[in-house]
């Protein structure tokens, strides 16, 4: 699993610009289901087929964790070549000082910011600039366009049981779908594995590929935020605690019986488990469970240090205990 999660998030996949990501876990998962498409919006949608097909009574379940990152996009060149930015997703300006970005070419470029910015409380993204080495708008134009996304480098490494890199968010997430997909025995229901895009910038994939499948049930894993680093907002979760079981957070509150029977699978099987609540933020599960007529849906968290920076940090036995609880689940529902 580590070389899957090594694959993942260093692939280039910023919202709007999902193709890479997508290619790659197509690679993963192809001879492991059924039938695999890509909707209008640009979601994976891979289907593994029901014992009970044929018979009317498999119920439709949707795993779903989205494959787009944060990341950046050029606004402007100017006539010394540096790029103008502004952001796809939840960027900070603190996070992303000095910081190396990647094009989809390849190009690589460091972040600065303007050298007469005195106070760091006034450091904005439109104070800052991209620096790719080139000496005029010509030279840069030849390797960057506006309208070019570009992600963050930071390198995958494992120390012990935590792994480190950009895009933990969420393809920590999208490495536990491929996991269940290549492992999880056949079940009665029909298993809709599904990598959403756009999350980063509204929760619009997931709303989309969740209407054209109108499933039985959903869940959908994703990151969280940690409380165990030094003078951070206390929260129950924590690294090395198992998965998180969301219970709310800015676009969504559990549906009851789902929460409470991956309460209950977790306690049953010995995984131990925490309680994500988040008091700012909204994630897919938000949009999938108000999808048409509505869809009785969970949500399973990584616990992740550092969001929505390029050194996010996980645990590789939470991974693997959200595997187990997702795989649960979906052989139960």
Do not use: W
Not at 18 to 32: A, C, G, L, P, Q
Not at 132 to 157: H, M
Not at 274 to 283: H, Q
Request: proline residues 3%.
């Amino acid at each position: 699993m580590q070389e899957t999660l090594r694959k993942v998030t260093q692939a280039f996949g910023v919202s709007g610009n999902e193709e890479e990501i997508r290619d790659v876990i197509t690679s993963e998962i192809r001879k492991y289901v059924d039938e695999i498409k890509v909707d209008n919006m640009g979601n994976l949608i891979a289907i593994k087929n029901g014992k009970s097909k044929t018979d009317g009574q498999a119920k439709k379940i949707m795993l779903a964790a989205h494959m787009d990152e944060i990341g950046i996009i050029a606004t402007f060149i100017d006539e010394k070549g540096f790029i103008r930015f502004s952001n796809i997703g939840g960027v900070s300006a603190f996070n992303a000082l000095a910081q190396r970005v990647r094009f989809k070419n390849g190009t690589i470029g460091t972040i600065s910011a303007e050298e007469k910015l005195e106070d760091f409380k006034n450091l904005k993204l439109d104070k800052m600039f991209i620096d790719i080495g080139c000496k005029s708008k010509e030279e840069t134009e030849k390797l960057v366009k506006i309208g070019d996304t570009a992600t963050f480098v930071g390198d995958f490494y494992v120390q012990g049981d935590h792994a480190i890199s950009k895009a933990m968010d969420n393809r920590s997430g999208c490495a536990i779908l491929i996991e269940l997909a290549k492992t999880l025995p056949k079940t009665d229901n029909e298993i809709y594995y599904v990598f959403t895009t756009q999350e980063e910038v509204g929760l619009r994939g997931a709303k989309t590929a969740a209407f054209g499948i109108m499933p039985d049930y959903a869940i959908a894993i994703d990151v969280t935020l940690t409380g165990d680093t030094p003078q951070c907002k206390d929260r129950e979760v924590k690294l090395g605690r198992g998965p998180a079981i969301k219970v709310k957070d800015s676009a969504y509150i559990a549906h009851p019986q789902v929460r409470r029977e991956l309460e209950e699978l977790a306690k049953s099987n010995g995984i131990p488990y925490t309680l994500e609540l988040l008091d700012r933020g909204g994630s897919d599960p938000g949009a999938i469970q108000s999808t048409g007529n509505g869809v009785p849906c969970g949500g399973i968290s990584i616990p992740c240090r550092y969001v929505h920076s390029p050194s996010e940090m996980i645990s590789l036995e939470d991974l693997k205990n959200c595997v187990k609880l997702a795989g649960l689940y979906a052989s139960k529902a």
